[in-house]
């Protein structure tokens, strides 16, 4: 089974300029997740779709982050304009949320690594 | 967003020793996480907990919920050298959002 796939791996930029980064979640997942993780830091949550829906968006910078997962397969997230304070590894992860007992556990996939310049 | 404690933030062990970690929270959680990340690759999962008190092993891991559900631990037995790396603890909340730790960098001395 196909884990998580994120592309690109790596991405530089320039200060101002846009960048967008794609997740393919584990088939069948209907959770999708994207966090950002600083150097030196767990992964912070940026927000997460159930199906089609962002259910929780409260710590994305929505002045310049947004997101979409319109056929509640794969999403993507994207900056515009970039900041210096934006470079981090942007993080996707997926579950499988079936309702009841909640045993949602969440697969990571390897992370885009960002540096604005 | 709210980081969970996570202790210690590094370990310097010899090859064979026993590892323990553990993380706290302020809030109760449902379910616990144990990851572990290596350089340049996403967190991995390890071991989920879903019960309080409930202890899980997986090979030489070991965790544990803790009774209070504001805590767990992870145990690594008889460590070797690909142990190495950074172990991270999550926590789902009764609101369902994940938090995750700081981290604990776990270097393994041939």
């Known amino acids: 089974e196909a884990g998580v796939v994120q592309s690109p791996r790596y991405k530089i930029i320039e200060k101002k300029q846009p960048v967008a980064f794609w997740c393919n979640p584990i088939?069948?997942?209907?959770?999708l997740y994207w966090y950002r993780q600083n150097l030196g830091q767990g992964p912070e949550l940026l927000i997460r779709?159930?199906?089609?829906?962002?259910?929780?968006d409260s710590q994305l910078p929505k002045d310049r982050f947004s997101a979409e997962r319109l056929k509640g397969v794969d999403s993507t997230l994207k900056i515009q304009p970039a900041e210096l304070g934006d470079s981090a590894v942007y993080l996707c992860a997926s579950s499988l949320d079936n309702g009841g007992y909640m045993r949602e556990t969440q697969y990571f996939g390897p992370g885009t690594r960002l540096l604005v310049l | 967003g709210q980081q969970l404690n996570q202790s210690p933030q590094s370990m310097f062990i010899q090859e064979g020793e026993d590892v323990s970690m553990n993380c706290t929270s302020s809030?109760?959680?449902?379910?616990w996480l144990w990851y572990k990340q290596d350089p340049g690759e996403g967190p991995v999962l390890l071991i989920a907990l879903y019960k309080a008190g409930e202890l899980t092993s997986n090979g030489r891991l070991t965790a544990q919920f803790g009774i209070t559900r504001k805590d767990s631990f992870l145990n690594i037995s008889a460590s070797i050298p690909s142990d190495v790396g950074i172990y991270f603890c999550a926590g789902r909340s009764t609101g369902n959002q994940f938090y995750f730790g700081t981290g604990t960098s776990l270097t393994v001395i041939p």
């Open positions: 809030s109760i959680f449902n379910t």
């Open positions: 779709y159930e199906n089609e829906e962002a259910v929780d």
């Open positions: 088939s069948g997942h209907n959770t």
